[in-house]
T-cell receptor, first 115, second 109 residues
Framework: IAGITQAPTSQILAAGRRMTLRCTQDMRHNAMYWYRQDLGLGLRLIHYSNTAGTTGKGEVPDGYSVSRANTDDFPLTLASAVPSQTSVYFC??????????????FGPGTRLTVL | GQNIDQPTEMTATEGAIVQINCTYQTSGFNGLFWYQQHAGEAPTFLSYNVLDGLEEKGRFSSFLSRSKGYSYLLLKELQMKDSASYLCAVIDSNYQLIWGAGTKLIIKP
């Protein structure tokens, strides 16, 4: 079944540790996104990529980095985790062409707790 | 700044109709989305409006007035499974998606 997968589903992490959240899509969408969702704040964009080989900063990029080596994968790395990065992380993708343009499709999310 | 306002929480009765409002102030406008998000799950696409008027899709309809910076999502014949958060999001002039905080809809029998 086509879609977006994320790993891990959940993770408890000690502060200061490095962590990579994985995201893979098989819809051949050109654009991909990482969001964090905190209670009462809605979805906030961390980083995005409009096409393979390019990335951009969103609303809350500090403490996070991304790479887009190919169309399908868009990993998010926390270089040195802090408790304020405790959140639910969603990866999403969209296709910028066709009548479905700009509609974002979301992965199941990763629940991250930093202690 | 950019802002999207939605009520935090609404309660409705099974079988009834509910209207969830969304007002926005953004730098430009290139479309408005409504998403549904059940607790502990990912947001899923419901509707997209770019022109003024009403878009109907089964029990769900979405309305847009660009001049008023206003949209609503109308849910008819409410079912218990409609209990979820409903997220409004606007595409701005830079084609960035700006998200509202969402409206938690509680359906009572």
């Amino acid at each position: 079944i086509a879609g977006i997968t994320q790993a891990p589903t959940s993770q408890i992490l000690a502060a200061g540790r490095r962590m990579t959240l994985r995201c893979t899509q098989d819809m051949r969408h050109n654009a991909m996104y990482w969001y964090r969702q905190d209670l009462g704040l809605g979805l906030r964009l961390i980083h995005y990529s409009n096409t393979a080989g390019t990335t951009g900063k969103g609303e809350v990029p500090d403490g996070y980095s991304v790479s887009r080596a190919n169309t399908d994968d868009f990993p998010l790395t926390l270089a040195s985790a802090v408790p304020s990065q405790t959140s639910v992380y969603f990866c999403a993708s969209s296709d910028s062409s066709g009548r479905d343009a700009d509609t974002q499709y979301f992965g199941p999310g990763t629940r991250l707790t930093v202690l | 700044g950019q802002n999207i306002d939605q009520p935090t929480e609404m309660t409705a009765t099974e079988g009834a109709i509910v209207q969830i409002n969304c007002t926005y102030q953004t730098s430009g406008f290139n479309g408005l989305f409504w998403y549904q998000q059940h607790a502990g799950e990912a947001p899923t696409f419901l509707s997209y409006n770019v022109l003024d008027g009403l878009e109907e899709k089964g029990r769900f309809s979405s309305f847009l007035s660009r001049s008023k910076g206003y949209s609503y999502l109308l849910l008819k014949e409410l079912q218990m499974k409609d209990s979820a958060s409903y997220l409004c999001a606007v595409i701005d002039s830079n084609y960035q998606l700006i998200w509202g905080a969402g409206t938690k809809l509680i359906i009572k029998p």
